[in-house]
T-cell receptor
Framework: GENVEQHPSTLSVQEGDSAVIKCTYS??????FPWYKQELGKRPQLIID?????GEKKDQRIAVTLNKTAKHFSLHITETQPEDSAVYFC????????????FGTGTQLKVEL | GAVVSQHPSRVICKSGTSVKIECRSL??????MFWYRQFPKQSLMLMAT?????????EQGVEKDKFLINHASLTLSTLTVTSAHPEDSSFYIC???????????????FGPGTRLTVL
């Protein structure tokens, strides 16, 4: 089955700096890669996603890049703000997996003033 | 748009009792709902996939007789934890995937979760 690895597990940046979180996946047939943000005790919320036929997608301060050959994708947050502090999960959806998502282990992002 | 509710948000029960958790898609139809379990500071672990009108598909290691899932309509799935024990204490979260249209068919929209504590 699909295996998703996520790094780093914790990330601390200064307000205004950029943050990058990286994920690798094992199933080359995976075709959909969402990123979720989860604040403490709250539901995961989709912040951006990318499909396998696209290499990059951007939404204001957030961008995701996908390298299918290397089987890795990354989340980029620019001009970080304190409200960006949360746990971020990447996920991959293998083809034929019944639309299941396999999640990474999460990254605790802390944006310091 | 794409709102998923879960009820109850928090439940405390005695060991040996059963607890039912409801997951509802409020403004879209969901042919597929997913049930996850999340331990503190850990990732989301898929327990089962619930399809409307058919039996749920459980992940390896998840006891189907322990965690009963019913998906009777396109907007409601329920998870019943039977004969709950302290080790079942956890944060249970559902998600729903839309059928078509504005909600799309790729995105999983999550409920707010249910904190279960078994004494």
């Amino acid at each position: 089955g699909e295996n998703v690895e996520q790094h780093p597990s914790t990330l601390s940046v200064q307000e205004g700096d950029s943050a990058v979180i990286k994920c690798t996946y094992s199933d080359s047939a995976s075709n959909y890669f969402p990123w979720y943000k989860q604040e403490l005790g709250k539901r995961p919320q989709l912040i951006i996603d990318i499909r396998s036929n696209v290499g990059e997608k951007k939404d204001q301060r957030i961008a995701v890049t996908l390298n299918k050959t290397a089987k890795h994708f990354s989340l980029h947050i620019t001009e970080t703000q304190p409200e960006d502090s949360a746990v971020y999960f990447c996920a991959a959806r293998p083809t034929g997996g019944g639309n299941k998502l396999t999640f990474g282990t999460g990254t605790q992002l802390k944006v310091e003033l | 748009g794409a709102v998923v509710s879960q009820h109850p948000s928090r439940v405390i029960c005695k060991s040996g009792t059963s607890v039912k958790i409801e997951c509802r898609s409020l403004d879209f139809q969901a042919t597929t709902m997913f049930w996850y379990r999340q331990f503190p500071k850990q990732s989301l672990m898929l327990m089962a996939t619930s399809n409307e009108g058919s039996k749920a598909t459980y992940e390896q290691g998840v006891e189907k007789d322990k965690f009963l899932i019913n998906h009777a309509s396109l907007t409601l799935s329920t998870l019943t934890v039977t004969s709950a024990h302290p080790e079942d204490s956890s944060f249970y979260i559902c998600s729903a995937r839309g059928t078509s249209g504005w909600v799309g068919t790729d995105t999983q929209y999550f409920g707010p979760g249910t904190r279960l504590t078994v004494l």
